[in-house]
């Protein structure tokens, strides 16, 4: 009964340690193919536990300008991807966009007046394209109420912001609590070698990718491989484990 009880207090302890990171604004820092510039996705006032919505800040520095630009007057198609950057920033890595409902999968481009028609990660399908500027410079402010910080297949948390010309993936970062990837003066922490399984790695230097429509919907929008742990009997099992040492050493 002891071992039970102890078990029950440590998942208990952890859902609600969970719970508080998801209220954890995300950020997703873009430095690659001449665009650098700051995604950041703050969970609404209203929605701490992360079930649903966020409020989105983009701030590009520069890059957005049409020499860079491939179809003029289209700019730039955005969207949050299911894994993260690959070895040596390989933006292909980041798999296919969110779209976690198999059921009933988006389309893009969708009509972002009917949001159910909408990948959850097709940014720019719902609120329009990254727009060319004279600088190459933009800021952007908005609220998606289908972006969630919590569940293995809907969170935003630990995925990918990739930036596409038309449909060619040309910048991309992962999405990482602000935490985490900011240092003391403000500016990202690169980590080498950022892969598709989840690390918490991350980097500011790369290359890009090609080969991507962007029109098409990826087979790899639904993360079946697992790379989200957070199942109950896996956590079950670590309690039962520290509650055996703790009992164990309060035996002597």
């Known amino acids: 009964m002891l071992q039970k009880t102890c078990v029950v207090t440590f998942l208990a302890t952890l859902a609600t340690t969970t719970l508080a990171l998801t209220g954890e604004s995300q950020v997703a820092f873009i430095n690659m193919g001449g665009i650098v510039g700051k995604f950041t996705f703050s969970p609404l006032p209203d929605r701490q536990g992360g ?46 966009h969110l779209d976690p409902d198999p059921a009933k999968p988006g389309v ?26 004279p600088k190459g410079d933009l800021q952007l402010k908005y609220i998606d109420r289908q972006l969630k910080f919590i569940g293995d297949a809907t969170t935003i948390v630990g995925r990918s912001l990739v930036i596409h010309n038309n449909g060619t993936r040309i910048a991309c970062a992962n999405i990482l609590p602000a935490s985490q990837t900011t240092s003391a ?26 080969g991507d429509n962007g029109r098409m919907r990826s087979n790899n929008a639904h993360p079946s491989e697992g790379r989200f742990v957070s199942s109950e009997a896996m956590w079950t099992a670590v309690g039962s484990v520290a509650c055996g040492v703790i009992a164990a050493l309060m035996a002597f």
């Open 185 to 210: 003066n403000g500016l990202p922490t690169p980590l080498p070698n950022a892969n598709q399984q989840g690390t918490s790695s991350y980097s500011l230097q790369g290359g890009s990718g090609d």
């Open 51 to 96: 079930g649903g919505g966020a409020s989105v800040v983009i701030d590009i520095k520069s890059g957005l300008t049409s020499e860079l630009e491939i179809q003029r007057g289209v700019g730039f198609e955005y969207h949050i991807h299911v894994k993260q950057v690959g070895a040596n920033n390989n933006c292909e890595a980041t798999g296919g």
């Open 108 to 133: 893009v481009p969708c009509d972002p007046y009917a949001s159910d028609t909408c990948q959850v990660g097709d940014l720019s399908g719902k609120h329009g394209n990254l727009e060319v500027t």
